[in-house]
């Protein structure tokens, strides 16, 4: 389809191993976010990327987590040594231009035992 | 239903009756806004969107308010039915390091029948 498409669309992972996490915006769209959602809890910011600028990572909650954006498409959010209170669901959105709605994916609900 | 704290507040209706969901933004250079209705398993869909330089915007049954003195949004949802009942967030487009979307902390709507 035309959306965000984000997979896998749940991970459940042991604790201390890593993920990817992996999203596919819309076609052209030059801003990509990524936010964590925690169980009945608000959108928590992650990272930013804007075309050929550099990402804003101020919502990264640690060293742990990163993310890159290859070609100015796909999207790769990775957590090294995954912790229990990395459970969340990751949402992807992107939007075309500054003022104007993002669209969100489905989500990844990540686990971690 | 203002947002304050971690967990999400609440916000109990009647079907039938009209619905305001209030929103507190951070940023009074922020020139874009977004209500965004997220319903169980699912990412975040647009609702309707206001920019600064209007203080009221209506759609389908919605209307949302922009006092940009106190920095506060509402959301108003005329004769709520139960296809209504969801998580609403808010969303500035904030101005300030990188332009990037920050979304509140939402409000859960619950309309019974």
């Known amino acids: 389809g035309a959306g965000v498409s984000q997979s896998p669309s749940n991970k459940v992972t042991e604790k201390g191993k890593d993920v990817e996490l992996r999203c596919d915006p819309i076609?052209?769209?030059?801003?990509l976010y990524w936010y964590r959602q925690s169980l009945g809890q608000g959108l928590e910011f992650l990272i930013y990327?804007?075309?050929?600028?550099?990402?804003?990572k101020s919502g990264l909650p640690s060293d742990r987590f990163s993310a890159e954006r290859t070609g100015g498409s796909v999207s790769t959010l990775t957590i090294q040594r995954t912790q229990q209170e990395d459970s969340a669901v990751y949402l992807c959105a992107s939007n075309g231009q500054m003022n104007t709605e993002a669209f969100f994916g489905q989500g990844t609900r990540l686990t971690v035992v | 239903g203002e947002s304050v704290g971690l967990h999400l507040p609440t916000l109990s209706v009647q079907e039938g009756d009209n619905s305001i969901i209030n929103c507190a933004y951070s940023n009074s250079a922020s020139d874009y806004f977004i209500w965004y209705k997220q319903e169980s398993g699912k990412g975040p869909q647009f609702i309707i969107d206001?920019?600064?330089?209007?203080d009221k915007r209506q759609g389908q049954r919605v209307t949302v308010l922009l006092n940009k003195t106190v920095k506060h949004l509402s959301l108003q949802i005329a004769a709520t039915q139960p296809g209504d009942s969801a998580v609403y967030f808010c969303a500035e487009n904030y101005q300030g390091g990188s332009e990037k979307l920050v979304f509140g902390k939402g409000t859960k709507l619950t309309v019974n029948p």
């Open positions: 076609s052209g769209h030059t801003a």
């Open positions: 206001i920019r600064s330089n209007m």
């Open positions: 990327f804007q075309g050929n600028s550099a990402p804003d």
